[in-house]
């Protein structure tokens, strides 16, 4: 620990270089992945905030949920025999305001649940995203498939599907713009994955996500930009670290004369890739709030607790494998041999 910390300050700049491109990187790839974070809530925000549990559509809709129609004596079965089962279905439309300005929404109904938000028919409750473009309690909106008016009766957070605000409406006012009478999904919240008819197939909250169209794609992209920042950042680790050792060839075959096991040279060059990047990270994660106070309102940028530890914990670990594999040649020093390499 002595010896690593009297190296550290001899060599300020080569280790302040090295934490900077740790903190560089660190800080871009948590920035992505709160951008990552904040477009898959943008994307799903309705389905990911539901508890884990089971969604169902019927089979012949090939894994489309608006293609799916489930029949109501099905429905009805199930919810008879479930009691926190819900039916509920979406569909993307628009909104009209007083000033005829078209808003882009996603239509969402349900049967009673304590899951979705409840109103009766000519009321409508918004996400919140929407009381930020200035609508207000009690304003009233209209649609073009709907011969009334919605009112305004409140504002929920994070209820988005698809890049679009949801709006709940009533079931009767679903029924009566998309002239349909069955429900789209059915969703059973719990572990149990048991088949409850032979018609529908079954999903999990992951596999549902998947099935909705450009929310796999998206997901994979963002993730695979993260996943390679990991990567860039432990092979740095490893080649700075690797050029730092061979320009100590010397100093370690003296070490290693006088008596220094090589486990301890091991332990001094982890403690050093430890102080620079939980330094570097802590920098990066305090920076990376800042962004978020900072970033523009409708930027969707979503930075959990979890995902920043998680995150750290990958970067320990990645820089603790980048750097004893650029230290396995220090077990390869041979004393006299090194110290006439450093005399040379």
């Known amino acids: 620990m002595n010896i690593a910390w009297k190296e550290i300050k001899k060599n300020k700049i080569r280790f302040l270089i090295l934490g900077s491109i740790v903190f560089l990187v660190s800080l871009l790839t948590f920035i992505i992945s709160g951008l990552a974070n904040g477009l898959s809530q943008d994307n799903a925000a309705l389905i990911k905030n539901l508890p884990n549990g089971q969604f169902y559509m019927t089979k012949d809709a090939n894994e489309t949920y608006n293609l799916s129609r489930i029949h109501s004596r099905i429905q009805d079965e199930i919810l008879n025999k479930q009691s926190d089962a819900v039916a509920f279905s979406i569909q993307m439309g628009f909104l009209n305001d007083h000033e005829e300005k078209q808003r882009s929404i996603a239509f969402v109904t349900s049967t009673h649940s304590e899951f979705f938000q409840n109103v009766n028919k000519g009321e409508i409750i918004l996400d919140r995203s929407m009381e930020d473009e200035g609508i207000k309690i009690g304003d009233i909106l209209t649609n073009n498939q709907y011969n009334g008016q919605f009112i305004v009766k409140g504002f929920v957070d994070q209820s988005k599907f698809s890049h679009a605000p949801v709006a709940y409406i009533s079931v009767e006012d679903y029924k009566e713009m998309y002239k349909v009478n069955e429900m789209q999904l059915l969703f059973i919240p719990g572990d149990d994955s048991t088949q409850v008819a032979a018609d529908l197939q079954s999903f999990s909250k992951n596999e549902f996500l998947n099935t909705i169209a450009s929310y796999k794609a998206e997901q994979m992209s963002l993730n695979m930009i993260i996943w390679f920042l990991v990567v860039i950042s432990g092979m740095l680790f490893a080649i700075f670290f690797y050029m730092m050792n061979v320009q100590k060839i010397g100093l370690y075959g003296i070490l290693k004369a006088i008596g ?17 990047t939980v330094i570097a990270l802590c920098t990066s994660i305090a920076l990376s709030q800042v962004f978020n106070l900072m970033a523009p309102k409708g930027m969707p940028f979503y930075l959990t607790p979890e995902a920043t530890i998680q995150l750290s ?5 990645i820089g603790f494998i980048g750097a004893t594999l650029s230290g396995i040649q220090i077990k390869k020093v041979e004393p006299l041999q090194a ?3 450093g005399e040379s």
């Open 260 to 276: 220094v096991k090589t486990s301890v040279l091991f332990k001094m060059m982890w403690t050093q890739m430890v102080f620079i």
């Open 313 to 317: 914990i990958i970067f320990l670990i």
């Open 339 to 341: 110290i006439q390499q």
